[in-house]
């Protein structure tokens, strides 16, 4: 049996894991504390919590749809009903998509695809070398590891620093604008507003969620995620941290302003800054597999900056692998 390393946990990760796993010895390392990647899932307490990463899936190829309706029927995933505001008038003329979310949170999808996989989080991957035909490890957290096969599929960026040794191919010198985005959380008194969702046409806030919405959980309180566009946290990203008090009042007043939400105290706010949310243009290969390396990478990036990119993703690279 051959060892397979996968770095991250994400729909991309647990997705090749997965289908490795039925002849291989797979092992995951994420650098996050738990799984979903960019589909994570900020857990307040018991079941309350904000999907402040990916929103929903619309599934558009048959592949993807026929695996989306799989976990339909195993409860893993459910449609989010109730009111969806569109304020876009651009995206208005689109065709209304059915939104699928998590039962419990957006990382369902990544829980469900690893829960036979042994995980390691709190790993980041901090420098990599092929030796003998195996690859070592090493982690920041001082560990060092020995596989046959190493799978990557950290954003571009990421990528291109730890593999720059490695790989000659010309996607690998490709300058990638991968978009930030910055999400704010809130909690805040129960409105009698009964809407699930906005989508903003504006230049700082772009959407916002009703937690509530999803039915996952009861609570006295309103529940909401708001994310802003890419063009204004493009801007910001770098000071996120430093600057996360007004980047957030921003936000939240464009919210109660633009929503029609009665403006109300924020009791609990929570700030996290995506540095590297999506890249519009994708590539012209869906993964990459080099064969005399034991070298596989597959992300969301290479095909386009939905979930449904890093499922495709991953099933391209596992053709290649299983040949
Ligand atoms: C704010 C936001 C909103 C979005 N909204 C939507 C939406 O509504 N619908 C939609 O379809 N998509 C949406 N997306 C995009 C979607 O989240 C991504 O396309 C998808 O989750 C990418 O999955 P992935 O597995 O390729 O990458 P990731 O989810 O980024 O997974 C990579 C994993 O690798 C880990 N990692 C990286 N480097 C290392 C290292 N050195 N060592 C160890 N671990 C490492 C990371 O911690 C991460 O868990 C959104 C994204 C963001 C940020």
Known sequence: MSSYCVIGSGISGATIANLLNKKNTVNIYDKARGPGGRCSFKRLH??????????????????????????????????????????????????????????????????????????????ELDKIKFINNKWKLDFKNNQTKYYD??????????????????????????????????????????????????????????WAAKENSKKRFKSNYDLWTLQSTHGWANKRINKNRKNKE?????????????????????????NHGWKYSSNSRPFKLKSYWNSKLNLGICADWFVG?????????ANDLFKKIDK
């Not at 990463?53 to 749809?65: E, L, N, W």
């Not at 699928?100 to 990544?110: A, H, K, L, P, Q």
């Open 46 to 123: 018991n079941s309350k919590g904000f999907d402040h990463g990916a929103q929903y899936v619309s599934p558009k190829s048959t592949q993807f749809k026929k695996f989306i309706k799989k976990l339909i029927k195993k409860k893993i995933l459910k449609i989010w009903q109730g009111k969806h505001i569109n304020q876009n008038k651009i995206k208005k003329k689109n065709k209304k998509h059915t939104k699928i979310i998590g039962t419990s949170g957006n990382n369902d999808i990544s829980k469900y695809l690893i829960k036979n996989i042994q995980c390691y989080f709190l790993s």
């Open 149 to 206: 096969n190493l799978i990557l599929t950290c954003p571009f960026p990421q990528l291109k620093k730890l593999t720059k040794k490695y790989i000659k191919d010309p996607f690998i010198k490709k300058k990638i604008k991968m978009d930030a985005n910055i999400t704010v959380m809130i909690k805040i008194k129960k409105t009698n507003k009964n809407v699930s969702s906005y989508l903003f046409n504006d230049e700082i806030l772009g």
């Open 246 to 270: 007004i980047n957030s009042k921003i936000l939240i007043d464009k919210f109660f302003k633009l929503s029609g939400v009665q403006k109300t105290k924020i009791l609990t706010l929570l």
């Open 305 to 313: 900056p939905r979930v449904e990119a890093g499922w495709i993703s």
